[in-house]
């Protein structure tokens, strides 16, 4: 058997912080430690930024449901809901009435679609139940 000499491919790596050319292991992403945490903190900022604006995106829908449940409403409309800066694409669960009905809820506030643009505002007065995690 011949003795192959060992062949270090040199693939185009580069720092993902200032791509300067990596000349490290394979799985080397960084050409510093200063680069890996100038670059973590970037997406950490960028997550956070991210999770702070559905946050306030949940509690705007979350502040508008509750005033008109404190106001007395049972029912509303889309329309209605929209004005006011509700945004239906954003809710924390689900569930589904015996009539196969799904109400979205933004924390313990929520509303059910009726036909004609009408919405039914519900409540959910319970806590949500503990994931069990399995190892
Ligand atoms: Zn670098």
């Known amino acids: 058997m011949l003795n192959l000499p ?5 693939e185009n790596r580069k720092c993902l912080e200032c791509y300067e050319q990596l000349r490290g292991r394979a799985d080397q992403k960084f050409c510093s430690d200063q680069c890996r945490s100038a670059y973590n903190n970037k997406q950490n900022g960028e997550t ?6 559905i946050n306030r995106i949940l509690k705007k829908n979350y502040y508008i449901l509750s ?3 404190s106001e007395g409403k049972i ?5 209605d809901l929209q004005k006011k800066g509700y945004r239906f694409d954003y809710f924390t669960c689900t569930s589904t ?3 196969s ?4 809820f933004c924390y313990d506030q929520g509303y059910r679609e009726k036909d ?6 519900v409540r959910r007065n319970h806590l949500p139940a503990q994931q ?4």
Not at 101 to 104: K, L
Not at 116 to 121: A, Y
Request: glycine share 0%.
């Open 6 to 10: 060992i062949i270090f491919i040199m």
């Open 132 to 135: 069990s995690v399995s190892h």
């Open 101 to 104: 009905q799904t109400n979205y």
């Open 116 to 121: 004609n643009n009408k919405v039914v505002l």
């Open 48 to 53: 956070h930024n991210m999770i702070n604006s």
């Open 67 to 69: 005033t008109l449940t």
């Open 75 to 79: 029912t509303t409309s889309k329309t």
């Open 97 to 99: 009435t015996k009539a």
